[in-house]
């Protein structure tokens, strides 16, 4: 089973997060994140957020989990941010789930469809060995991809096997990764040896990275 695309859930979603982001900066990125956790139909979406960073992705999550009767966690690092984060989005009229703590930790036992972290805080590589991810795959999506480089070239695979791979100039930068349907569990595969392939598309610019 794998993830499958809902062009019009996407297009509600997008719609939907315009009209709630209108009155605030920076929401370039949060219309094309919703649409995309809304067009696969995400029933887990997990974020992470610190205190001063802006709310409006948070709020395209949001409208996701709404059009796909989903669940959207937010993983805070400490009460001040949980407090702030809520406030702010209690202001847009959402109420998402906070969870104070390691984001490594927290995601463990968490089946996720797609997740949302920041570049800047370089750990990726260690959520995605803790994680897991269902059997019909997952999206990864690193924000301010501009300002520091995302993990996904450097995954060894082990059971995730990172099937695609693109980085979009939207807002501050969008690392974008899909891992493959039927990758599902933590941990990697020692008895099993594998080597990574990269490709790039070169009239959309898309990098690939391919397991052999």
């Not at 969870?99 to 949302?116: P, R, T, W």
């Not at 569990?185 to 959309?204: A, H, L």
């Amino acid at each position: 089973m794998k993830l499958v695309w809902s062009p019009e859930i996407a297009a509600k979603a997008f719609m939907d997060t315009v009209k709630s982001c209108e009155l605030l900066e920076g929401s370039s990125a949060a219309e094309l994140v919703s649409a995309m956790a809304a067009g696969w139909n995400a029933k887990l979406i997990v974020e992470t957020w610190s205190r001063g960073d802006v709310t409006t992705t948070s709020i395209g999550l949001s409208v996701a989990s709404i059009h796909t009767c989903g669940r959207h966690v937010c993983i805070a690092p400490d009460e001040d941010s949980k407090t702030e984060y809520a406030a702010a989005m209690e202001k847009a009229g959402m109420s998402p789930e906070v969870i104070v703590g390691e984001l490594e930790e927290v995601v463990k036992g968490m089946i996720i469809d797609f997740l949302v972290v920041d570049s800047r805080e370089n750990n990726l590589g260690r959520i995605v060995k803790e994680a897991k991810f269902g059997d019909r795959g997952a999206v990864l999506v690193c924000k301010n991809a501009s300002l520091a480089a995302a993990d996904f070239r450097l995954f060894d695979g082990g059971s995730r096997r990172i099937a695609r791979w693109v980085f979009l100039p939207v807002g501050k930068g969008l690392d974008i990764a899909h891992v493959a349907a039927g990758e599902s569990g933590s941990g990697s595969d020692k008895g099993k040896e594998s080597r990574w392939i990269r490709r790039v598309d070169k009239q959309s610019g898309e990098e690939f990275m391919i397991r052999k």
